[in-house]
């Protein structure tokens, strides 16, 4: 079975401070990650995904996180927070050995960026 | 850019009640998921469809039904709604790829209120 765990429900950071919002994981096979932001009275935005290839993976908005195998961590981080950051992020995992485009997904961690 | 709408962004409903909620996308993908959001909770599959009339449940299906009558279109029915599926219910949609990696997209979600 796959599961993803968030183990901050919030996150305070001061505005240019950077940003960290952590995510492990836990599948049979080789995982698939994603991170998903969601505003306030928004549906979910994609950020950005790992499938394979280099650790490192670029998103939306400066975002950024590293698939790290042997931590089963996929965390997110901003160098520099902006206060428009301040929203609900989740983690997304599926399994390779798992039928179907199924997703895992996090309980949510939110940021809140102070000025 | 892909869109998915949902008809309704805030619905109110009584015990008992048979409630429709509908979803539609514009870029003829062929996977669309039905999800519910709870505080510290994340988000949970209530079910999802990879075809037209072709549906399988998610991890908490009970209580709901859905209907794909055309591929651009997913409803999620409760039957007899009940308090306890006061929630946000979030539609989302994805291309199928072999590997199962693509992104999903999310309409805006319907938050849900059973008096």
């Known amino acids: 079975a796959q599961s993803v765990a968030q183990p901050e429900d919030q996150v305070n950071v001061a505005e240019g401070n950077p940003l960290t919002v952590k995510c492990t994981y836990s599948v049979s096979g080789n995982p698939y990650l994603f991170w998903y932001v969601q505003y306030p009275n928004r549906g979910l935005q994609f950020l950005l995904k790992y499938i394979t290839g280099d650790n490192l993976v670029k998103g939306s908005y400066g975002f950024e996180a590293e698939f790290n195998k042997s931590q089963t961590s996929f965390h997110l981080k901003k160098p520099s927070a902006l206060v428009s950051d301040s929203a609900l992020y989740f983690c997304a995992v599926r399994d390779e050995k798992a039928a179907g485009n199924k997703l895992t997904f996090g309980g949510g961690t939110r940021v809140l960026v102070k000025p | 850019d892909v869109k998915v709408t949902q008809s309704s962004r805030y619905l109110v409903k009584r015990t008992g009640e048979k409630v429709f909620l509908e979803c539609v996308q514009d870029m003829d993908h062929e996977n669309m998921f039905w999800y519910r959001q709870d505080p510290g909770l994340g988000l949970r599959l209530i079910y999802f469809s990879y075809d037209v009339k072709m549906k399988e449940k998610g991890d908490i299906p009970e209580g709901y039904s859905v209907s794909r009558e055309k591929k651009e279109r997913f409803s999620l029915i409760l039957e007899s709604a009940s308090t306890n599926q006061t929630s946000m219910y979030l539609c989302?949609?994805?291309?199928?790829?072999?590997?199962?990696?693509?992104?999903?997209?999310f309409g805006p979600g319907t938050r849900l209120t059973v008096l």
């Open positions: 989302a949609s994805s291309p199928r790829s072999g590997r199962f990696t693509d992104t999903q997209y």
